[in-house]
């Protein structure tokens, strides 16, 4: 069965500052994608990851998937209030043909005025 | 609309009733997907739609739940004597570039 594990599970932090959301797995998947959810909607699609040491930048957030394609991390710099909500990690089932994605449990984000 | 439309956003049932949530997913979009998310959680898995394929069913939970996707477009997700732990919210996925997908804003499913 792949897992992910994401961690911290929960982060409430000053507005300016730096954190670094980690999303770790002992599978391998053949893509990785970050969603951030707010409350009462569904999850938005931030990013995709395919390569292995692959980074992507959004603005202010930083996107790494490992060079094993076994685990990935979300660096935001300089944090804002408008970049509370439940970050998601979700990973693409290596397995056969199918699309199914396996989410991590979340990390909640509270940045603070 | 230009995204993902469920219905309802939210229901109240009685334990042991049978539910039916509707799921409409963007246009063109050949793929579907169900999960579940308990408060503050991760998604849960529930089954896949793509196209003609046999669906994958592997997520649901127990024989009383099934989805069924009518002429490749709507779909619907049919919960048969709710039960407590059934309390959730229910979302539905498209995409026309699995994995990457657009979600509707799900349905608050409460079990009384």
């Known amino acids: 069965t792949q897992l992910l594990e994401q961690s911290p599970q929960f982060l409430s932090i000053q507005e300016g500052e730096n954190l670094t959301v980690y999303c770790n797995s002992s599978s391998v998947f053949s893509s990785l994608q970050w969603y951030r959810q707010e409350p009462g909607e569904g999850p938005v699609l931030l990013v995709t990851v395919v390569t292995g040491g692959e980074v992507k930048k959004l603005k202010r957030l930083t996107f790494q998937f490992g060079d094993a394609r076994k685990d990935s991390s979300l660096h935001i710099t300089a944090a804002q209030p408008g970049d509370t909500g439940l970050y998601l990690c979700?990973?693409?089932?290596?397995?056969?043909?199918?699309?199914?994605?396996?989410f991590g449990q979340g990390t909640t984000l509270q940045v603070k005025p | 609309g230009a995204g993902v439309s469920q219905s309802p956003s939210n229901k109240v049932t009685e334990k042991g009733k049978d539910v039916e949530l509707r799921c409409d997913p963007i246009s063109g979009h050949t793929a579907l997907y169900w999960y579940r998310q308990s408060l503050g959680q991760g998604l849960e898995f529930l089954i896949y739609f793509q196209g003609n394929s046999a669906p994958d069913k592997s997520g649901l939970p127990s024989d009383r739940f099934s989805a069924e996707r009518t002429g490749g477009s709507v779909s619907t997700l049919t919960i048969q004597r709710t039960q407590q732990e059934d309390s959730a919210v229910y979302l539905c996925?498209?995409?026309?570039?699995?994995?990457?997908?657009?979600f509707g804003q799900g349905t608050r499913l409460t079990v009384v």
């Open positions: 996925a498209s995409s026309l570039n699995p994995p990457e997908a657009f």
């Open positions: 979700a990973g693409a089932s290596n397995a056969g043909n199918t699309g199914k994605l396996i």
